[in-house]
């Protein structure tokens, strides 16, 4: 079945360095490609999205490329600050069910 | 507008009972999804609703779990005789119709602890 490979976490980050995680996928066909973010004490919140092959999603800073060939959609953000502490989730969906990998947490430090 | 709510936020069960989880998806939003998100598991589905029918209950994990939806809106996921596994954060989620195009929206949670 379909399914999400992300970096296991904790990362920690100094205010202003530059992040990456990475997120592979597998799946047939032609999935739709998410980045969701949970802050501490709230809810999801779609953060990025992409729906093909080669689009970019970007949001708040933050982006990532469907890169089919690689069946990746890594998460990058040039400079990151405090406030991007939260747990990010990559997540696909083919038909209904979002499929999300185990999450990402990311803790910033000033 | 208001969002996905949840209720109750919070609940601590006797391991044994009964529970009832509840979701008001966004007005107008025909698919609900149930998720349940716990510690060394992620996020997994548990079952979906298009109006007040279920075409994928794939997810749910036993018999123990069941969950129905009235009037095309307010949904209860409802666990019997919990076991302490069943601990997690139950979330809620709707999208105008169900399928790839469609942004699903997630409710704040309910944190269920069985002890």
């Known amino acids: 079945g379909d399914s999400v490979t992300q970096m296991e976490g904790p990362v920690t980050l100094s205010e202003e360095a530059f992040l990456t995680i990475n997120c592979t996928y597998t799946?047939?066909?032609?999935?739709?490609l998410f980045w969701y973010v949970q802050y501490p004490g709230e809810g999801l919140q779609l953060l990025l999205k992409a729906t093909k092959a080669d689009d970019k999603g970007s949001n708040k800073g933050f982006e990532a490329t469907y890169r089919k060939e690689t069946t990746s959609f890594h998460l990058e953000k040039g400079s990151v600050q405090v406030s991007d502490s939260a747990v990010y989730f990559c997540?696909?969906?083919?038909?209904?069910?979002?499929?999300f990998g185990k999450g990402t947490r990311l803790s910033v430090i000033a | 507008g208001a969002g996905v709510s949840q209720s109750p936020s919070n609940k601590v069960t006797e391991k044994g009972k009964d529970v009832e989880l509840r979701c008001d998806p966004i007005?107008?939003?025909?698919?609900l999804y149930w998720y349940r998100q716990s510690l060394g598991q992620g996020l997994e589905f548990l079952i979906y609703?298009?109006?007040?029918?279920?075409?994928?209950k794939s997810g749910l994990p036993s018999d123990r779990f069941s969950a129905e939806r009235t009037g095309g809106s307010v949904s209860t996921l409802t666990i019997q005789r919990t076991q302490q596994e069943d601990s997690a954060v139950y979330l809620c989620?709707?999208?105008?119709?169900?399928?790839?195009?469609?942004?699903?929206?997630f409710g704040p949670g309910t944190r269920l602890t069985v002890t």
């Open positions: 007005s107008g939003h025909t698919a």
């Open positions: 989620a709707s999208s105008w119709l169900p399928g790839q195009g469609y942004e699903q929206y």
């Open positions: 609703f298009q109006g007040n029918s279920a075409p994928d």
């Open positions: 799946a047939t066909g032609y999935p739709s």
């Open positions: 997540a696909l969906i083919r038909n209904t069910p979002l499929v």
